[in-house]
């Protein structure tokens, strides 16, 4: 998947994350979040795992985390890369 | 000092008089919440007339006593006592702030201290909506009105010296004397002690989360089945929104099975009113009251009883009104396999919090419920051992959280009662095991920085010891 514009998914509201992703040259993952002591590799290793299973390689994703379950990461993140990879207008 | 007219031309004067000097101890109380202005402008006071090295000991530090921090940089506060510790100055304190240990205590294990003179207050300074000239008070009267002035009043009682401080100056006397003339050296009239708009913070209405409906109708099926649900029944519950709605439910079953309560206690709020009012309860019982309702109806009735946090929770007593509890509905931030319960720091270590009445009433009633949602922004509620004891696991007997319930291990007649009755009821580890299978085993960095504050029990023990966050 090659990200083509810069893209967003999720809510600031607890339990959920919003992940904004955008092209870049290099792959860069920041992580902010109020349960990074607790859960930052755990995080981590979910976002490169959906990262992976998208062919993802490069790319600025950005995590602003509010205490989101594994699941929700991956599905907003999902999202995120999917709207990334569109034209902008393209999604219904 | 004149007898009969105890009036100080200013508050400058008014601590004067009192004879502060460094290095003592003043007190405060909070019943105007986050509301207050007498704390911050006492020790802006203190600062002028350049007195140092005071320890502050306050019922509770709100967020809106955030000053304190510049007064501590400043040198002017080198100590803190109190029972509750709002996250914005308890941030600081995990940071290191204060060279002395901070002091949390209880509801009633702080005038227990004062009791046993384990604490000793120099000088009180007591926010009163109305006072007369020889300092006979109230916290009903007035347009700054807050309503019970319990937690000051055994400050009025202990300490050396009291100052009243009030924006009401009434004819002699009062009608009402909460706090009596006996007590008070000073009376200082200024513009305004506070804003008791803020004296609600927070949820103060019946939840509309499911997760909290749910906990909440557990809750109230597990009381109803706990053969605790009879006439004569005394209850007590905070302030939050699932707490209110355990106080709802309760009240519906009350309602159809035609129970009627002694009495509810604590911090009372409009819901308890409405119950009261209803006659579902004889009496209410308080020793702050949590909203304007509350503030109303303990002015207008008299089976509205205020007490003070001695009559509350003091284990230093011969008796005291947690001692009649049957069933108390409490929070917790952790808790852990033992049952020790959390209500200090969060998750990172960092002070957050109190124990307010909560290890008071747990020790004294009957029944002593913790209802919290067993996952936060994926924390589990349930730790392998909370980052810190605010309630010994000895006092606490049942845990409900959305997924089920669990009993201490020690309410085995509890246990069988609530399995009967058809909840879904689990051990601890079992409700540990599913939380963690939700969210993940949580990384745990226990605090190693030297220590910060100590937890000390109601009866006057070291509880635990809360460390610096080296983060």
């Given at each position: 998947?090659?990200?083509?514009?810069?893209?967003?998914?999720?809510?600031l509201?607890?339990s959920d994350?919003l992940?904004?992703?955008?092209p870049?040259?290099?792959?860069?993952?920041?992580?902010?979040?109020p349960?990074k002591?607790?859960f930052?590799?755990?995080?981590?290793?979910?976002?490169?795992?959906?990262?992976e299973d998208?062919?993802v390689?490069?790319?600025?994703?950005?995590?602003?985390?509010?205490?989101?379950?594994d699941?929700t990461i991956?599905?907003?993140?999902?999202t995120a890369?999917?709207r990334a990879?569109?034209p902008?207008g393209g999604?219904? | 000092?004149?007898?009969?007219?105890k009036v100080?031309?200013s508050l400058a004067?008014?601590i004067?008089?009192?004879?502060?000097?460094?290095?003592?101890?003043?007190?405060?109380h909070?019943?105007?919440?986050?509301?207050?202005?007498?704390?911050?402008?006492?020790?802006?006071?203190c600062?002028?007339?350049?007195?140092?090295?005071l320890t502050v000991?306050?019922?509770?530090?709100?967020?809106?006593?955030?000053p304190?921090?510049?007064f501590?940089?400043k040198g002017?506060?080198t100590g803190?006592?109190?029972?509750?510790m709002?996250?914005?100055?308890?941030?600081e304190?995990?940071?290191?702030l204060?060279a002395?240990?901070?002091i949390f205590?209880?509801?009633?294990?702080?005038?227990a201290?004062?009791?046993r003179?384990?604490?000793h207050?120099?000088?009180?300074f007591?926010?009163?909506?109305?006072?007369?000239?020889?300092?006979?008070?109230?916290g009903?009267?007035g347009?700054?009105?807050?309503?019970?002035?319990?937690y000051?009043?055994?400050?009025?009682?202990?300490?050396?010296?009291?100052?009243?401080?009030t924006?009401?100056?009434a004819p002699?006397?009062v009608?009402?004397?909460?706090?009596?003339?006996r007590?008070?050296?000073?009376?200082v009239?200024?513009d305004?002690?506070?804003d008791?708009?803020?004296?609600m913070?927070?949820?103060?209405r019946?939840?509309?989360?499911?997760?909290g409906?749910?906990i909440?109708d557990?809750t109230a099926r597990?009381?109803?089945?706990?053969?605790?649900?009879?006439d004569?029944l005394?209850?007590?519950?905070?302030a939050?929104?699932?707490s209110?709605a355990v106080?709802?439910f309760i009240?519906?079953?009350?309602?159809?099975r035609?129970?009627r309560?002694s009495?509810?206690s604590?911090?009372?709020t409009?819901m308890?009113?409405?119950?009261?009012?209803?006659?579902?309860?004889?009496?209410?019982?308080?020793v702050?009251?949590?909203d304007r309702?509350?503030v109303?109806?303990?002015?207008?009735?008299e089976?509205h009883?205020?007490?003070?946090?001695s009559?509350?929770a003091s284990?230093?007593?011969?008796?005291?009104?947690?001692?009649?509890?049957?069933i108390v509905i409490l929070g917790?931030t952790?808790?852990?396999?033992q049952?020790?319960v959390?209500?200090?720091?969060?998750?990172?270590?960092f002070?957050m919090?109190?124990?307010g009445?909560h290890s008071?009433?747990?020790?004294g009633?009957?029944?002593?419920?913790i209802?919290?949602p067993l996952i936060?922004?994926r924390?589990?509620l349930?730790?392998d051992?909370?980052?810190?004891?605010?309630?010994?696991?000895k006092d606490?007997?049942?845990l409900?959280t959305?997924?089920?319930?669990?009993?201490?291990?020690e309410k085995?007649?509890?246990?069988?009662r609530?399995?009967?009755a058809?909840?879904?009821v689990?051990?601890?580890?079992?409700?540990h095991e599913?939380a963690v299978?939700?969210t993940?085993?949580?990384?745990?960095?226990?605090?190693q920085?030297?220590?910060?504050?100590r937890?000390?029990s109601r009866?006057?023990?070291?509880?635990?010891?809360?460390r610096?966050?080296?983060?």
């Open positions: 998947m090659e990200l083509i514009r810069k893209a967003k998914s999720g809510t509201e607890s994350v992940v904004t992703v955008e870049a040259g290099e792959l860069i993952i920041t992580l902010d979040s349960v002591e607790q930052a590799c755990a995080i981590l290793e979910t976002v490169r795992g959906v990262l998208f062919s390689r490069t790319g600025k994703i950005e995590l602003a985390d509010q205490g989101a379950l699941c991956r599905a907003r993140l999902t890369l999917k990879s569109q902008a999604e219904k | 000092m004149k007898r009969d007219n100080m031309p004067e008014a004067r008089q009192t004879g502060l000097r460094d290095g003592m101890t003043v007190s405060f909070h019943h105007l919440r986050d509301g207050d202005a007498v704390l911050n402008l006492v020790l802006a006071e600062e002028k007339l350049g007195v140092r090295d000991n306050a019922s509770a530090l709100m967020a809106c006593h955030h304190i921090v510049d501590i940089r002017t506060v803190i006592e109190c029972n509750y709002h996250p914005v100055v308890g941030h304190i995990s940071k290191g204060l002395r240990e901070v205590r209880s509801h009633g294990g702080r005038p201290a004062l009791e003179k384990e604490a207050i120099d000088v009180a007591i926010a009163a909506s109305t006072s007369d000239r020889a300092g006979n008070c109230n009903r009267d347009r700054t009105a807050f309503g019970s002035i319990g000051a009043m055994p400050d009025a009682e202990h300490a050396d010296n009291v100052v009243v401080v924006d009401h100056l002699y006397p009608s009402v004397a909460s706090i009596d003339e007590y008070v050296d000073a009376v009239v200024i305004s002690i506070g008791p708009d803020k004296i913070s927070g949820t103060t019946v939840t509309r989360d499911p997760i409906l749910l909440a557990y597990a009381l109803s089945a706990s053969g605790l649900l009879e004569g005394s209850f007590q519950t905070g939050g929104g699932t209110l106080a709802s009240g519906e079953i009350m309602r159809g035609g129970i309560g009495f509810a604590g911090g009372i409009g308890l009113v409405d119950l009261f009012q209803e006659g579902l309860f004889e009496t209410l019982i308080d702050q009251c949590f309702d509350a109303r109806s303990i002015r207008d009735n089976k009883r205020e007490i003070s946090a009559t509350y284990p230093a007593v011969k008796s005291s009104v947690v001692d009649h509890l049957d917790a952790e808790i852990d396999s049952f020790n959390n209500v200090h720091t969060d998750s990172n270590g002070i919090g109190g124990s009445g008071d009433t747990a020790a009633a009957k029944l002593s419920v209802v919290a936060r922004a924390l589990p349930i730790v051992r909370v980052g810190t004891i605010s309630t010994p696991g606490v007997d049942l409900v959305q997924y089920g319930l669990a009993c201490n291990p085995t007649e509890l246990d069988y609530l399995r009967s058809g909840l879904p689990f051990t601890i580890e079992e409700l599913r299978g939700i993940g085993v949580p990384g745990r960095h226990p605090s920085g030297r220590p910060v504050a937890v000390v009866d006057g023990d070291l509880l635990d010891i809360i610096a966050v080296n983060r």
